[in-house]
Antibody, heavy 126, light 110 residues
């Protein structure tokens, strides 16, 4: 089955650019849509954005001025960049696959997220 | 601040039934968007529990059920078990903010 694994820097300084990569195994990233979601310590889930298989993107309006997503199909990976980070960006960052069709081909709106990666903690501190 | 509101916590004794509400508005659930539910056990990633308002993925016990009406959705857990102690989140779409999650509910098994 499809599995996702995030990788990232762990600790960052304010104003730096966060770069995260999600490696997909057991399936191709050239189908489906793929999302990034984060969770600040002790807080709820926040959708960051998604990229579709054509490279089109859709970002959370609250973050879109600082976010960029991209693919590397040769490595079956997709990536997130978040610039000008502050302590408020400290969170566990998850990658996930967007799914909108059930086994009968019925389409739902919006998509749901499954599976998820295990998450990677990014701490922003001076 | 999420546009989908959930109670911060609910609790029940083993074997009891608990329900979690997810209250939205005319720009999200009330606009006809579907609702999905996730369970997050401590220290783990969320996992899909209900998709399309009421459908269970393979492997999810039938103790979990979902419904949607108007601008709200609900998740019910019947026959509560100790292993159900976790955080639960609803998810939908908002015409202003995009994909949205609920504020989250912690379920405690007494």
């Amino acid at each position: 089955q499809v599995q996702l694994q995030e990788s990232g820097p762990g600790l960052m300084r304010p104003s730096e650019t966060l770069s995260l990569t999600c490696t997909v195994s057991g399936g191709s990233i050239s189908t489906y849509f793929w999302s990034w979601i984060r969770q600040a310590p002790g807080k709820g889930l926040e959708w960051i954005g998604y990229m579709d298989y054509s490279g089109n993107t859709n970002y959370n309006p609250a973050l879109k001025n600082r976010v960029a997503m991209s693919f590397d199909t040769s490595k079956n990976q997709f990536s997130l960049k978040l610039n000008s980070v502050t302590a408020a960006d400290t969170a566990v960052y998850y990658c996930a696959r967007d799914e909108a069709y059930d086994s009968n081909g019925y389409v739902y709106d919006p998509a749901w997220f499954a599976p998820w990666g295990q998450g990677t903690l990014v701490t922003v501190s001076s | 601040q999420s546009v989908l509101t959930q109670p911060p916590s609910v609790s029940g004794a083993p074997g009891q039934r608990v329900t979690i509400s997810c209250t939205g508005s005319s720009s999200n659930i009330g606009a006809g968007y579907d609702v999905h539910w996730y369970q997050q056990l401590p220290g783990t990633a969320p996992r899909l529990l209900i998709f399309g308002n009421k459908n269970r993925p393979s492997g999810v016990p039938d103790r979990f059920s979902g419904s949607k009406s108007g601008t709200s959705a609900s998740l019910a857990v019947t026959g509560l078990q100790a292993e159900d102690e976790a955080d639960y989140y609803c998810q939908s779409y908002d015409t202003v903010t995009g994909y949205v999650f609920g504020t989250g509910t912690h379920v405690s098994v007494l």
